[in-house]
């Protein structure tokens, strides 16, 4: 049995528009120690895939399907089943620490409560514990930094305290969302370095949302390729590196900076626009964006099916599916 067993899972809203889906029919797992990402523009279901995981969606969500963590069902689990899960076995790392973080209360006594809280520590014992996860996520000079507040902090240092926070449990799953957006290359660095050293030391299991192929190729042991809501491929990392199989991934991968382009050249972009999740096409949603689709692709949503070494892919005319 996985960690966390996602089955069917569909998260669907009801607007002026009509109803649309932000999540359509995604299944996956995820086993202790290892990372997943889950990659895709914005508006492609990655965050509302993480916000179903944790039970944190808005009330006028509908959802549908299975998410499983130790084999303990989550869909329609009670919030007092939520608010004993989180922090303790399940933990999230917001976007922005800035506003994540409670402004007018100091790194340290953030941490404290959280022992407090849940584990019933008191004072010192909480201090000491704090002030060792500061040391782990590589917080420089913790003694110091532990009575400082968030706007004290440079933002690679909030989103450190943010990863410590998550961890200061030791939860069995981290679900981190987009968590080196707005950082400059040096400090996400870091970061994902911080993350890869938490999950070696305490085998503790990441779920990682994000646009940036970068932060993937540094961390993640599997990637599931998200579009308008739907898993359009999945495959290991190594996998959707060498061999992307779905245009959209081909498509992400060739927008990625390289260094041995000409001096010049331009940016590579996909052409077309993000889809509108109220006027989704009837067959495949990048088919509009697509230069390998056809007729078939206009009328038929293609299903996701599994090729060579676990290689999942949802097109017509894959690329270079083994």
Excluded: W
Aim: charged share 20%; aromatic share 4%; hydrophobic share 45%.
């Amino acid at each position: 049995m996985s960690l966390l067993e996602v089955a069917s899972l569909s998260v669907s809203y009801q607007t002026r528009r009509g109803r649309i889906r932000a999540v359509d029919d995604v299944s996956f797992a995820l086993e202790r120690g290892r990372c997943l990402g889950i990659v895709g523009e914005s508006g492609s279901g990655k965050t509302q895939t993480c916000l179903a995981i944790a039970g944190l969606l808005s009330p006028d969500a509908v959802v549908l399907g299975s998410v499983r963590f130790r084999g303990r069902e989550l869909v329609g689990a009670s919030r007092r089943t939520f608010n004993e899960l989180r922090g303790k076995d399940i933990a999230m790392v917001f976007q922005d620490p800035m506003t994540a973080l409670t402004p007018h209360l100091t790194v340290g006594s953030q941490l404290c409560e959280v022992l407090k809280v849940h584990e019933g520590m008191r004072a010192p014992e909480a201090r000491r514990r704090a002030l060792e996860i500061m040391e782990r996520v590589r917080i420089a000079d913790p003694e110091r930094r532990f009575d400082m507040y968030p706007f004290e902090l440079s933002g690679g240092m909030r989103q450190r305290v943010m990863i410590a926070l998550a961890l200061i449990l030791r939860p069995a799953l981290v679900l981190a969302d987009e968590p080196t957006t707005a950082l400059d290359v040096t400090v996400q660095a870091e970061v994902i370095s911080t993350f890869r050293a938490v999950i070696e030391h305490t085998g503790t299991s990441l779920l990682l949302v994000t646009h940036d192929l970068g932060v993937v190729a540094g961390l993640c042991d599997s990637v599931m390729v998200m579009y308008a809501g739907r898993t359009v491929e999945q495959a290991s990392a190594s996998e959707i590196f060498e061999a992307p199989a779905h245009p959209y991934t081909r498509a992400l991968l060739d927008c990625l900076p390289r260094a041995d382009r000409p001096r010049g050249s331009r940016m590579v972009s996909i052409a077309g626009q993000p889809p509108d999740l109220a006027a989704l096409p009837t067959g495949c949603a990048f088919a509009p964006r697509c230069t390998r689709a056809d007729d078939f692709c206009m009328q038929r949503v293609p299903p996701l099916e599994v090729g060579g070494l676990q290689h999942a892919v949802a097109c017509r005319h894959p690329g270079s599916l083994a």
